[in-house]
Structure formats: C-alpha cells, structure tokens
C-alpha cells in the first residue's frame, strides 16, 4: 500500500480532482474512485486500513489485491496528463519534466512511422535539451538524428554536424557519469552515521585528483555539481569549515551564473555554507543566507526540513532557546510529520529532548510549553530513536548526554549515577579518536559529576583540567559532525552546573576516573 499511498499523495498535490481528470481516469462510485479518495483523505494508509474500507467483500486480501492494481495502473497511465509545474520549481525542474513528456511523445510517434513530424519536433527539443545541459537526453536525442540522417535523409551535412555533436556530448556525458559515480560510492558511506570517516576523506581526494581537470575544461552542470560535492566531501570530513565556506561561496556564484535556475545545487551548497556559518559563530551570516535562500528549499521536502534543523541549531548556538522551542512546535506539527523520513524524525525527537531539559531548568518558560513535548518521555524517547542510537560515534553521543541532563535536572542523583557508570565505559570504547576529542573531554566533566558528591563547587574544581582541555579545542576546529553539539559543550557546561546545588549528596563509592 505505501506505493500506491505515495502515487496518490503526489497526483493530489496537482489538483487532479479540481481539474475534472479524475472522472476521466477512474469510473465515478467505482471502488476504485472509493480507495482512491480514502488514500487522499488519509483515512486508508496500510492494507488493513483497505480491508476496513469494503468490509467483508475486501477483507479476503484477493479483491483489495486486484483494486489497488488497478487503480496503480490507472494512475500511472494518467500521468503525462497533468502538469508538474508548481510555482516553486525552478525553471530547470519545469524544463525537465516537459522535455521528458516530449520526448516520450516524440519516440511514440516515430515509432508509429510519422517520421516528418517527430523529426521536426525532435529538431526543436534538442535546443531546449542542450539549453538546460540535460546531457543524457541531449545524446539519446542526436544518436536518433544521427541514423535519420544517415540512413533514412542521406543528409550528409546535416550527419557530419551531428556526428561531431554526438561525439562531444559522448565525452561530456562520460565525465559526469564518473563525477556521479564517485559521488555515490563515497556517499554511501556517510547516510546513517554522522561520525567523521577517514578513509572516505582520502577516497573522496583520489577522486577529486581525477575529476578536477574535467571540471577545468568543461562546465556543465552535472560535472560540477557532482564534482564540487566530491570535494566539499574533503573538507567536511575533516571540518575544514573556512575552506568549505569558501568552496560553497564559489559554487553558488558558478550556478547563479547559469542562464537558469540551478535549484538542487544552490540548496546543497547554501545549507552547507550555513553550517560553516553556524561552525564558525557567525551566526548573523548564517540568519542572512537562510532567509535569502529559502526560495530553493520546497517547503515540506526533504532539504526544507534539514534546513529547519540549521534555524534550530542557530537559534540553540546563539541562545535563543524560545525561538528554537517556536521552531520545534513549527516542524513537529507539520501535516503527516511522523511519515517523514526516519532521519528527519529521530532528529527532531532528540531536539524535543534538550528543549525539555531547558524547561526544567527554567530556561524556557514553561508557561509557554504545550502540545507534543509536554508529554515528553526520557523512557519513551530511547525507545523511538533505533537509528541514531547505533550511531555510536555520532549522534548517540548526544542521546547519552541528554539522558544525564534529565537525571540530574530531576536531582535524581542515583539515577544519575547509574547512567554516568554506563557512559564510562562507553567512553573508553568509543570515543578514543581526534574526531571525538570534545565529545571525550565534556563526557568526562560528567563523570566527575559524582565523585564531587554533586556538589557545584567541588565539580567546577574537579573537572577543570578538562575544561582547560575542551577549551583548547574550539569547536570550529573540531573534527566532529556539525550536529552532535546540539548546544556548545562550553555553554552546556555551564548550565549544568549552575543546576547542581551547593549541597553535597553521598553516594556509593566508585573508582576514580583519570
């Protein structure tokens, strides 16, 4: 059934209803216009929710079966009548799906012999399809040219223009087939984990060694939109933030150079230029990039929902905690949030964490709290993140700590206790390398948490070293992922222990942590 949810969640949003299409697609009071308009109106989301709907009669899966084969069918049929032209897609998107319905229409008429026409209109794709750099279609295009000319006209002039053409685009096509196949060999390797990998930052410099001089002598879109994220991949695995600044400066203004709008390319590198702004502090270059480049971003995809989690991360860098609570309760209630793709939502859950933190200690009033994170849940929160919690040198550093934040906001010191002795161990695990150098210092100034008996004074004399060791370590020199610090471990520290009392509480004893 997600398929078919999915097709009808895409067709609904072009109105397909509104334009009297539908009638013409599925037969009025059928029972496939009824599953049809249940999937629309979210009331049938899964099978079980499709035998509910014709009771008895579809509850034997066999006719449920064969309705909702039907009506993919008949979606699907229906596509190339409707217009894919929403008004935030940018030029580029637009040209993409007409050029491609063109196309379609061009290769069925040819086939169908009606050679004048689907010549001349194959004539005139080919300037929009070399316009927009569509490289793969621009080929497919003059190899067809090229046996009409040859074999069918005899046109030796037109056939040697061709030729060259076909030759040229041949090449190009092959530069980007290697710049997208490095970048996908690379990427990878980096989807589920926010931890820093080495071996992918000297793979991802053999390959850009490769593509540069490709790039040099030929700027199409593809080519340098795969290639320049090869490269940021270099400088964001080591958190070279000056670097990647400068790198995604240059890339905006090589698409915003283009006679189109880039789109995609301009998302990639704008989000990325945010990051160094928020990495580097400069937290009102990055506010002036988000509200400039929100026009890229369709509101409700996937990279609009990553760049709500950069306004979250500034707002929490800068201390604008309340702003950051309003955001939350923005993107958390969007319609059919939980549908969202498991990294957006496990996000937002350990985003939801940290703010219930900063209502109990008071730094967000919580007379403003309502809604989802009211009804937060220490217990129910590990049990709703399965893919950031195996993220053992990533974001489960951040589940680890925040677990402590909430023990100790709720002075539950044996409770607070008892998780410290599991992150130790933890710690001298997984957090051994320079990519975790921070994370390494802060957990330990928690360990000391205990051994100070709880007491505010005693822990600020006990884990000063540490301090000293985390402050020699700024975080925009830190070769960690931008996301772990979901608050700067320097202003964490400081609030966690301004939490503590001025009151010592005895525990059982515990070996002393070096």
């Not at 064969?66 to 040209?95: G, P, V, W, Y």
């Not at 004074?457 to 960690?480: G, H, I």
Request: proline content about 2%; overall charge neutral; some cysteine.
């Amino acid at each position: 059934m997600r398929d078919l949810v999915e097709l009808v969640g895409l067709l609904d949003k072009t109105k397909l209803k509104g334009s009297g299409i539908l009638k013409w697609i599925i037969e009025p009071d059928s029972k496939m216009e009824q599953l049809y308009l249940a999937i629309a109106e979210k009331r049938v989301q899964s099978d079980e929710d499709g035998a509910e709907l014709f009771g008895n009669e579809g509850s034997n899966g066999t006719s449920l079966t064969s309705i909702k084969s039907k009506l993919k069918e008949r979606l699907l049929d229906s596509f190339f009548l409707l217009h894919f032209k929403e008004a935030n897609f940018t030029s580029r998107q637009k040209a993409f799906f007409e050029c491609y319905k063109k196309w379609a229409t061009i290769m069925t008429l040819l086939s169908r012999n009606a050679k004048v026409i689907g010549i001349d209109q194959l004539e005139r794709l080919l300037k929009h399809t070399v316009h927009f750099e569509f490289t793969e279609l621009t080929l497919d295009i003059l190899r067809v040219l090229r046996l009409q000319y040859s074999i069918v006209d005899g046109d030796i002039k037109k056939y040697d223009l061709v030729k060259v053409q076909c030759e040229e685009y041949e090449g190009i096509w092959m530069m980007e087939n290697k710049a997208e196949k490095y970048y996908s060999e690379l990427m990878v390797q980096f989807t589920n984990s926010k931890s820093t990998q080495v071996e992918v930052v000297e793979q991802a410099r053999v390959c850009f060694k490769e593509l540069e001089p490709y790039m040099e002598q030929c700027k199409s879109f593809k080519l340098h939109m795969f290639g320049r994220l090869v490269q940021m991949m270099i400088y964001n695995g080591e958190n070279d933030y000056v670097n990647t600044a400068k790198l995604c400066e240059e890339a905006i203004r090589f698409f915003d150079q283009k006679n189109y709008d880039s789109g995609l390319p301009l998302q990639v590198f704008y989000y990325n230029l945010i990051v160094c702004y928020l990495q580097l502090r400069e937290f009102e270059k990055g506010q002036a990039v988000i509200n400039r480049c929100g026009y890229y971003f369709e509101e409700g995809s996937f990279n609009w929902f990553k760049l709500q989690e950069l306004f979250f991360l500034l707002a929490m860098h800068s201390g604008h905690y309340e702003e950051a609570y309003w955001l939350y309760e923005k993107v958390v209630n969007y319609p059919r949030f939980e549908d969202r793709a498991v990294q957006i939502t496990e996000m937002w859950k350990i985003y939801q964490a940290y703010l219930f933190f900063l209502i109990k200690i008071g730094k967000i009033p919580s007379g403003i709290v309502s809604g989802k994170i009211s009804k937060f849940k220490i217990t129910k929160f590990l049990n709703e993140i399965p893919l950031f919690s195996k993220d053992k040198r990533g974001m489960n550093i951040s589940i680890l700590i925040v677990q402590i934040l909430h023990a100790l906001a709720d002075k539950n010191y044996d409770q607070t206790t008892d998780r410290i002795d599991g992150i130790e161990k933890y710690c001298s695990r997984y957090l051994r390398d320079n990519d975790t150098y921070r994370s390494n210092c802060f957990i330990k100034m928690l360990l000391q948490i205990p051994l100070a008996s709880f007491h505010r004074e005693a822990v600020a004399r006990k884990t000063d070293r540490y301090q000293k060791m985390l402050d020699s370590m700024p975080l925009e020199a830190a070769r960690q992922a931008h996301e772990i610090e979901i608050i700067p471990y320097e202003v964490l520290w400081d609030i966690t222990v301004s939490a503590l009392d001025l009151k010592i509480y005895k525990i059982k004893s515990r070996p002393t942590t070096g």
